[in-house]
């Protein structure tokens, strides 16, 4: 069955305890925010009305959507933004 892939960006909530408040304030201010889960006990929840579709520009260059025959298959066509002779071309079929 044919699909497509998006790609979007989303803000979590994490509810985090007040003895493990000062430990998760730190961590964030060190830039060490992927260390938190592993640090200390924090419950996740997706903040749905958050999500934005990003654009390639706003991922380095690549996909963000692509277009697929079945689950097998590679992309036959992405939004890709590919430099071709010094100009932006969008998209890539196969």
Known sequence: MPYIDTKATIWYRGY???ED???????????EV????AEIDIEWEQLADTMEDMTPEKNDNQ??????????????????IK????????????
């Not at 408040?21 to 830039?31: H, T």
């Open 83 to 94: 430099k071709s002779n010094d100009t932006d071309v969008l998209g890539r079929c196969s």
């Open 34 to 37: 992927h260390l938190i889960n």
């Open 16 to 18: 985090v305890s007040n």
């Open 21 to 31: 408040f000062e430990i998760a304030l730190q961590l964030a201010k060190d830039g």
């Open 63 to 80: 996909s963000t959507i692509e277009l697929f025959r079945n689950i097998e298959s590679n992309p036959i066509w992405t939004n890709e």
